[in-house]
């Protein structure tokens, strides 16, 4: 049993996120982002290794101002993450459970997804894992076993950034 959720809608839901983290912390507001400002922000939201975030944006300044607008940061955004959320949510049950499960129990926990997508070179491994332990965890346990990736399939339905959206 395979289900389709496409990334477009997540990569939306990043952008709207983007978005607000440039309202919040763009200082002279003039729709850019400076490296000091960009480590400054990633600091104040808890951000393991902020100047090492920061450093990996910056290569994409791609009209190299030693500014980053929301436009480059998107860009980047969408080449990182549209095959890793694509080929992680478009998955094959046991493909996913072979490829996830690193201890071979046949269930995956948080760790294993965040080490899943940091390899793959996802963005933030952390938020696109809680994000889906909030929804596929059905019993709360720290565990997706392949039952529960069967049940969010039949319902599918995913909500990447809406920290208020109901577990499914």
């Excluded at 599918?156 to 577990?167: N, Q, R, V, W």
Aim: charged share 40%; hydrophobic share 30%.
């Amino acid at each position: 049993m395979s289900a389709t959720v496409h990334y477009k809608d997540i990569v939306k839901g990043m952008e709207r996120d983007l978005q607000g983290f440039f309202d919040k912390y763009d200082g002279d507001r003039n729709g850019k982002i400076t490296q000091c400002e960009m480590v400054e922000a990633l600091k104040k939201a808890g951000k393991k290794n902020p100047e090492k975030i920061a450093s990996f944006l910056f290569r994409n300044d791609t009209d190299k101002d030693g500014e980053l607008s929301i436009d480059e940061v998107k860009a980047r955004i969408g080449r990182m993450n549209s095959e890793n959320i694509e080929n992680v949510l478009n998955w094959d049950v046991e493909k996913f459970i072979k490829d996830s499960d690193k201890d071979g129990d046949r269930k995956i926990t948080k760790d294993e997804l965040i080490q899943r997508f940091s390899k793959r070179g996802a963005l933030d491994a952390q938020r696109i894992a809680d994000a889906i332990f909030k929804q596929m965890d059905l019993n709360n346990d720290g565990e997706i076993t392949p039952n529960e990736i069967k049940e969010f399939n039949r319902k599918k339905k995913f909500s990447f950034l809406d920290s208020s959206a109901p577990k499914q």
